[in-house]
């Protein structure tokens, strides 16, 4: 991707390497920026930045294994993946989670996932 992104996600990270690691791995998207506070994580269909908290936020914000979910946000965002199985493994082994429940739309299926901090999004496959 030549220049900055037209659009993306912003995510706040308690642990930056180990979330940056995990959107990374688990939706195979290529890291193009890292420093100390901020990782930057690109595909020609998402960019994704991943910055450390504040301070004073991440001592207040506990982080439990498995992640407890913070479904509570006004909105979430999806991401296609070749294969739910195989994300659901990867998700798993990297500390994070994708739900059984499923749901299927016009060309696709899709599962709520969860990160390894409890941040929920959701993993859709190509359906025909």
Not at 32 to 57: K, N
Not at 67 to 83: E, L, Q
Request: hydrophobic share 45%.
């Amino acid at each position: 991707m030549a220049g900055p992104a037209r659009a993306g996600l912003f995510i706040y990270a308690k642990d930056l390497a180990n979330l940056a690691g995990f959107y990374e791995k688990l939706l195979g998207l290529a890291r193009v920026r890292s420093t100390e506070e901020l990782v930057i994580l690109s595909s020609p269909d998402l960019q994704i930045i991943v910055h450390a908290m504040p301070g004073h936020v991440a001592r207040e914000t506990d982080i439990s294994s498995p992640p407890a979910i913070r479904d509570n946000a006004a909105f979430k965002f999806f991401y296609t993946v070749p294969s739910l199985p195989e994300a659901q493994a990867v998700a798993n082994s990297l500390g994070g989670q994708v739900l059984s429940e499923q749901w299927r739309g016009p060309g696709f299926i899709v599962r709520n996932a969860v990160d390894p901090e409890g941040n929920i999004f959701q993993l859709r496959e190509s359906a025909p």
